[in-house]
């Protein structure tokens, strides 16, 4: 498909959404010349007036909210859907059995954007390493644009994109599907790494490991692929192009590891030292890592090492993601509200060798909690939970592993967010640390997982 064949068609939006995705791609269509825009939300008006106000000034929409109708996705010449409706939905198969093609913001951003992209991917790190491989490449002088990272949109930066610029796409499984729907990867990909995730949205890992793969699937022999070193699935469905592995001890092979703290990569037997662990400000060797992979594909891009020593110097983090947010009576309060499964919590707990007031909980995506409740046993002083399925299920997790004994940590439940950091003000002392790593979703309580994170910092700023 190219941008031209949407001039004059009818299009159907299946999901506004309360982000700028949904915004960012009727924009989109506005700029194609479409003839007619049908958006439905089963969202109302009122929860959707955030969004609904950036579009006042295009007439040519018709808004079917709070339903859906089988007409809008049949008597249409294509369907765009939001990530989070997944392709088995009834109105979905309903337009693929009328041959109605249904596209994703992401399968028309790489039919339409002829730049090179470095895709992104994986369950922990992809917004934090997308954003430290845009970092390095704009610290070295080479134009970037970046798309879908944390709350980015994707359509609406298509216009903005010139030759010569860099795409750096953060790709969620469910904007990879649609890429495996068209047969694309991009030419530079980055795993970072792959664990239990979304199980509420697929039937099971499996499946979700599956959708992952498309990442680096389709690429061309000309592709290269950048995998954590721990990932079982590209060994066992390698890349068509060269694959580069990464990884926090030596490893055989051209790829990029730590060797005592210093960062070195490795190609063709010739080793190049890229930075030191050192250099990273922000904490936590999960970052590392991070770091790690987004060095090593500015190291396939050419760039000098000392610019990318001298980039990741001055890459101070990113909202949401182990962001201090206050430092108050000698506490810092960290928000890492975009930990929404447990390994990501687990991997904020051991960022720290401070005592921690941990605020966790939330909404359950049919995960595990056990490794997590073993490390609130290990490493918190205190912990304070959000209400959720997912709480309870941490809850009993605590219990069974902690065999009925006396709980080695101070342990409250909370109604609400603004509660929550009251108990954990009051359960940390000078030296400690409170941090919100909730370790599950944010439905229920919250918009998404950033009105957490944001209510978060709205409550500390309150103490």
């Keep these: 498909m190219k941008q031209e064949h949407l001039k004059g068609k009818r299009v159907t939006v299946f999901g506004l959404g309360v982000n700028e995705g949904g915004v960012g791609t009727i924009e989109f269509l506005e700029q194609s010349g479409v003839k007619s825009i049908i958006v439905t939300d089963v969202k109302k008006k009122t929860e959707l007036e955030s969004s609904l106000k950036k579009l006042e000034r295009y007439k040519n929409i018709t808004y079917i909210l709070g339903q859906h109708r089988s007409e809008d996705f049949i008597h249409t010449d294509l369907v765009i859907k939001n990530p989070g409706i997944p392709w088995t939905n009834e109105y979905i198969k309903l337009a693929l059995a009328n041959k109605v093609p249904v596209e994703m913001d992401s399968s028309l951003f790489f039919s339409f954007c002829k730049n090179k992209i470095i895709g992104v991917t994986g369950t922990r790190g992809k917004t934090t390493t997308a954003s430290m491989i845009a970092h390095i490449l704009e610290k070295s002088g080479i134009p970037v644009v970046r798309v879908g990272i944390s ?100 490893i055989d092979g051209d790829g990029a590891f730590f060797r005592e703290g210093t960062a070195i990569a490795c190609r063709d037997g010739e080793e190049t030292v890229l930075f030191e662990r050192d250099d990273i400000r922000i904490p ?31 890459f101070s983090g990113i909202p949401h993601r182990l962001e201090p947010v206050l430092e108050k009576d000698g506490v810092i309060f960290y928000n890492d509200t975009a930990a929404t499964s447990p390994e990501g919590t687990i991997a904020a707990l051991r960022s720290f060798d401070r005592p921690l007031v941990l605020i966790a909980g939330g909404s359950d995506k049919r995960l595990v909690f056990g490794n997590l409740a073993q490390e609130m046993l290990d490493r918190a002083k205190a912990v304070i939970l959000l209400p959720g399925s997912a709480t309870e299920s941490l809850l009993r997790e605590i219990r069974s592993r902690n065999a009925g004994a006396a709980l080695p940590f101070h342990l409250e439940e909370a109604g609400g967010m603004e509660e929550a950091v009251g108990l954990a003000r009051a359960a940390a002392a000078e030296g400690d640390i409170v941090l919100l790593s909730p370790g599950a979703a944010s439905f229920g309580l919250f918009k998404n997982e950033f009105d957490r994170g944001e209510q978060f910092r709205k409550a500390v700023s309150l103490l």
């Design 284 to 314: 936590g060797m999960h970052n590392a890592m991070n770091a790690l992979a987004a060095a090593l594909v500015a190291f396939t891009f050419g760039i000098p090492t000392a610019k990318i020593s001298s980039a990741l110097k001055t």
């Design 151 to 250: 709350q980015t949109p994707v359509l609406g930066l298509l216009s903005k994109i010139k030759p010569g610029d860099v795409v750096v796409f953060e790709l969620s499984s469910w904007r990879l599907s649609a890429l495996g729907r068209i047969r694309q990867s991009p030419p530079v990909a980055v795993f970072t790494n792959l664990y239990p995730d979304h199980l509420n949205y697929y039937r099971n890992l499996s499946a979700y490991e599956r959708d992952k793969r498309y990442i680096y699937e389709f690429q061309k022999k000309s592709g290269i692929l950048i995998a954590n070193q721990s990932l079982d699935t590209v060994t066992l469905h390698p890349s068509p192009g060269e694959t580069l592995r990464f990884s926090s001890e030596p």
